[in-house]
C-alpha cells in the first residue's frame, strides 16, 4: 500500500514563443525523513486525517491542490498568502 506522493509544479515555460508545459517535482531538503508530514510556514500543522480514502477527505485535498502554487523560488506556497 502506497502512504506517499510526490508533488509537482507545471507550468508554460514561454520560451521562444511556445506554451510547452514544463513540470518538474518539487525540491524537498535531504534532511527531511520520508513521509514526513507536509506543513506550511506560517499554518498550525495537524494530524492527518485517518479517513484519508474518504469522499471528504478527497474533496478537503481537491480545495487544497487548487490553491497550491509555486512561488520564485520554487517553494510550494498557498495561492494569495
Known sequence: ESTAMFLAAASSDGKDGSDETVVELLSIPSDVPDGELLSFEGKEPCEPDG??????????????????????AGEACLMNE
Open 51 to 72: 479517513m484519508l480514502k474518504s469522499k471528504g477527505a478527497i474533496k478537503a485535498w481537491e480545495r487544497v491542490r487548487a490553491q497550491l502554487r509555486t512561488n520564485d
